[in-house]
Nanobody, 119 residues
């Protein structure tokens, strides 16, 4: 099992910044991509950004140029730097890790951290 613990959410005014962190522990061998997803009230969970173990990143169009995902493999931690925040970024943000075990891939999720952006 992999445990993911997020931190860094909170309330911020539009235009402000927040930095989310997600620390992985447990059976972390085989973790490939890590990333962030978010879910706003009444909406489906959506991808925000992912980063593979080798470094390539992927972003949702809505956050490109404003959010930056990074990863510290030595600390088994992934970060999401969120700048120029907008009210529409308000959501619960979830950390995700993909772990391979043989031919299978497994998804693990954190408990979520709330981000509220006031206008």
């Amino acid at each position: 099992q992999v445990q993911l613990v997020e931190s860094g959410g909170g309330l911020v005014q539009a235009g402000g910044s927040l930095r989310l962190s997600c620390a992985a522990s447990g059976n972390i061998f085989g973790i490939k991509a890590m990333g962030w997803y978010r879910q706003a009230p009444g909406k489906q969970r959506e991808l925000v950004a992912t980063i593979s173990s080798g470094g390539p990143t992927n972003y949702a169009d809505s956050v490109k140029g404003r959010f930056t995902i990074s990863r510290d493999n030595a600390k088994n931690t992934v970060y999401l730097q969120m700048d120029s925040l907008k009210p529409e970024d308000t959501a619960v943000y979830y950390c995700n890790a993909e772990r391979s075990r043989g031919p299978a891939m497994y998804d693990y999720w954190g408990q979520g951290t709330q981000v509220i952006v006031s206008s």
